[in-house]
């Protein structure tokens, strides 16, 4: 069997690793874990002869004795001190505190409830978010592309809304160390495609693959940005999203990279020019500028400050174009800056135009205008490409179920998040509640299949028919996902049966059971009983 040498450096001592070709990357991870004498819970980092920091994997070049990769262990064990400091409790005393209830549960009622399944389905989720090092790593060190997942973060409420100074320079230095690095052809290749798990990847990283999305569309040569401008536009957009439960930072990457991955799938790149092109990306980018997780309709029902500017149209959506011309105007951030008058021009029309599609109020005229062209689609008719294009958008936003199930199911979890904090707000302000928002009506089954069958399918499915090639990419990953939300709802409304069932025979039980006890029957109790009865 062939097999791979590598000589590497563990804290300044020599040592060398064989394996065989194409073993398993756990296997290679743990030889340089044994290697390094290193904890379960420790983060290593690999360095290649020239300094740059490198995936440990099967697919190491090997190398000679003269040429060391250079190995280094950071510690992160889940259990420190500082960890515990910084989420504010100690995650092992939870788990302690969750299996104590547990058992008392258990023996006190025979059996343990489903919620108590859930939360420590919820705290074994969170463990092993805070163990696994994949998340602390740059640009696919440790990074097992092809699967695993890391779950949203569940402390979106005890974040102020407008990011801090603090945590916008600390991302910024961040990007800025990492923005120069190589990334791999394998990321390259896998950020073409639906299936990419952005749950995988921390802001700043997201920063430099975004850089890559604008280089590898040849968008700097095309229209001479500068890297510096384009970093400066990249970190003043992730700035102004906000902290909240689903539409923030990473949402907007998400639609990006999915815009990005549909021009590479359809081949767009030889049908439409480059500011087409340019046009997609950068409103994929800006699309839900400084969301506050409040929809138009909570905006018009509460009379906001956007819905008196706006006069109760898009208020949303003119404002996330009005956020993006505001970071386009300054000198430093605006990417456009090279670009003749004409060319900004059909580039600000086509933004707004693309971001104001986003308004779901305007799905069906929107989805109706590009059935009725689809028939005689020239690709050479502005007005076409200008539909096609915010169909494109379109998808892009909701797309989500288009992805793994591992990867889009989080995001729905988000969506509901942002959905019940609303509905919870109207309640509280007295304002007419949204019905699919209501956290006493909607559960996330009930949620999807409807929203799947009647808004995702039908869109997708009109894309296709342009694009025969997306039915694979992006509808039957969705038909999945709808038959997996059905058959969830099935299950959730036979456990409601079940618990109606139940609590209709406990009912039955205390009305034949009194409150001093069984109640006899004549004939059980005897005589002395049919005596009492009689005085």
């Known amino acids: 069997m062939a097999t791979k040498i590598l000589y590497f450096t563990v804290n300044g001592r020599p040592e060398k690793a064989e394996f065989p070709v194409g073993c398993p990357a756990e296997d290679v991870k743990d030889l340089f874990r044994s290697a390094a004498e290193a904890g379960p819970h420790d983060i290593l980092k690999l360095y290649n002869p020239k300094g740059n920091i490198i995936n440990i994997s099967p697919s190491l070049e090997p190398n000679g004795p003269n040429a060391f990769y250079k190995l280094e262990v950071v510690a992160a064990d889940r259990n420190s001190a500082g960890l515990a400091g910084a989420l504010g409790f100690d995650l092992s005393s939870m788990e302690k505190r969750l299996q104590g209830l547990e058992k008392k549960i258990l023996i006190e009622a025979s059996e343990t409830p489903a919620v108590v399944h859930e939360m420590k389905k919820q705290v074994d989720s969170f463990q092993e978010k805070l163990e696994n090092v994949e998340h602390l790593s740059w640009l696919g060190l440790f990074k097992d592309l092809s699967e695993g997942t890391h779950k949203p973060s569940p402390f979106y409420h005890k974040r102020t809304l407008h990011k801090t100074r603090k945590e916008c320079e600390h991302v910024r230095e961040q990007f800025l160390q990492m923005s120069s690095l190589q990334v791999s052809e394998e990321v390259r290749q896998y950020l073409k495609t639906p299936t990419f798990d952005n749950w995988q990847w921390e802001d700043a990283e997201i920063m430099v693959l975004l850089q890559v999305m604008y280089t590898d569309l040849d968008f700097i040569a095309a229209f001479n940005i500068e890297p510096e401008v384009l970093q400066q536009f990249l970190f003043e957009v992730y700035r102004r999203y906000n902290n909240i439960p689903f539409h923030n930072f990473k949402h907007c990457f998400c639609v990006t990279q999915m815009m990005y991955g549909l021009i590479w799938l359809t081949d767009l790149k030889s049908k439409m020019d480059s500011v087409d092109l340019l046009i997609m990306l950068t409103c994929a980018v800006c699309h839900d500028l400084d969301h506050t997780g409040y929809n ?238 009689t005085q």
């Open 296 to 533: 138009n309709a909570y905006q018009i029902n509460a009379r906001t400050e956007l819905a008196l500017r706006y006069n109760d149209i898009s208020p949303l959506e003119n404002h996330h174009c009005a956020v993006a011309f505001e970071i386009l105007e300054k000198t430093e951030s605006n990417i456009f800056r090279n670009l003749s008058m004409d060319q900004y021009k059909r580039i600000r029309e086509g933004i707004i135009k693309c971001i104001l599609a986003t308004d779901m109020t305007r799905h069906n005229e929107i989805l109706n205008k590009f059935k009725s062209i689809l028939p005689s689609f020239d690709f050479t008719n502005k007005d076409h490409r200008d539909v096609l294009m915010m169909i494109l958008i379109k998808v892009s936003d909701i797309s989500n179920e288009a992805r793994p199930m591992e990867v889009a199911e989080p995001w729905l979890d988000c969506l509901l998040q942002e959905f019940y904090n609303q509905s919870d707000k109207e309640k509280l302000e007295g304002l007419p509640v949204t019905p699919f928002m209501d956290r006493d009506k909607v559960t996330k089954p009930s949620s999807q299949t409807g929203f799947i069958r009647f808004v995702l399918l039908p869109l997708f499915i009109e894309l296709a028919n342009l694009f025969p090639c997306l039915e694979q990419h992006i509808i039957d990953p969705v038909r999945k996902a709808l038959d997996y939300y059905t058959e969830m709802e099935k299950a959730l409304e036979k456990e409601k049966q079940i618990r109606a069932q139940s609590d209709n025979a406990a009912k039955s039980k205390e009305e034949t059971v009194g409150p001093q006890g069984p109640a006899q029957s004549h004939a059980e109790a005897g005589p002395e009983a049919l005596r009492a009865d």
